[in-house]
């Protein structure tokens, strides 16, 4: 049972470039998580999904879009990367049923240079 | 705005000692509280969940309370051991079917031998 998984789980990018990061779980949940953990800040929400085909802001949204396309993939993608952008990137799903625990994948180190 | 404050931001225990950590909350209306473990590297994984009728609840050598009177939950880690090192963070969730959780920044704890 895989859970949640993250692709990829390090990178690094230079200022400007854009890329994709995804997350795919098999638990059949319905809604889907980005967040952003930074050191003493921890995990802010970037944006979220609460079923296929639907997205919504978080907390820190700017620079970053997402897409549901398939109930068991989320996409968060950078446009155009900023040093600010630095961080672990964290996938959660919850269950419709018990949305109070959250599954999440291992993490991507993102570093922008 | 419903905030989760963690105390203390970090502690040092030493291997077998035991220790407290607290999760004091502003969410309202409540509808649960979880306490999560994050292992350096990986994503959070939940240890227990309290509700508001809940007051105690045990898992192996951790065990959560909750005052929602007071709005305060504590994280009791009996005879410690080194694989105890990791983040603890503290998450309330609204009742009413909000689909965001409030998260806490998490208390760093290091278990020396």
């Known amino acids: 049972n895989a859970g949640v998984t993250q692709t990829p789980k390090f990178r690094v990018l230079k200022t400007g470039q854009s890329m994709t990061l995804l997350c795919a779980q098999d638990?059949?949940?319905?809604?889907m998580y980005w967040y952003r953990q930074d050191p003493g800040m921890g995990l802010r929400l970037i944006h979220y999904?609460?079923?296929?085909?639907?997205?919504a802001k978080g907390e820190v949204p700017d620079g970053y879009n997402v897409s549901r396309l398939k109930k068991q993939n989320f996409l968060l993608g950078l446009e155009s990367a900023a040093p600010s952008q630095t961080s672990v990137y964290f996938c959660?799903?919850?269950?419709?049923?018990?949305?109070?625990?959250?599954?999440f994948g291992q993490g991507t180190r993102l570093t922008v240079v | 705005k419903n905030q989760v404050e963690q105390s203390p931001q970090s502690l040092i225990i030493l291997e077998g000692k035991n220790c407290t950590l607290q999760?004091?909350?502003?969410?309202?209306?409540?509808?649960?509280l979880r306490w999560y473990k994050q292992d350096t590297g990986r994503g959070p994984v939940s240890l227990t969940i309290?509700?508001?009728?809940?007051n105690t609840k045990s898992n192996g050598r951790y065990t959560a309370t909750l005052d929602a009177d007071t709005k305060q939950s504590s994280l009791h880690i009996t005879a410690s051991q080194l694989s105890d090192s990791a983040s603890y963070i503290c998450?309330?969730?609204?009742?009413?079917?909000?689909?965001?959780?409030?998260f806490g920044r998490g208390t760093s704890l290091i278990v020396h031998p």
């Open positions: 309290m509700t508001f009728s809940e």
């Open positions: 998450v309330v969730r609204l009742s009413g079917g909000s689909y965001i959780p409030t």
């Open positions: 959660a799903s919850f269950s419709l049923e018990d949305y109070t625990e959250a599954f």
């Open positions: 999760c004091n909350y502003t969410v309202s209306p409540f509808s649960n």
């Open positions: 999904s609460v079923g296929e085909g639907t997205t």
């Open positions: 638990m059949n949940h319905e809604y």
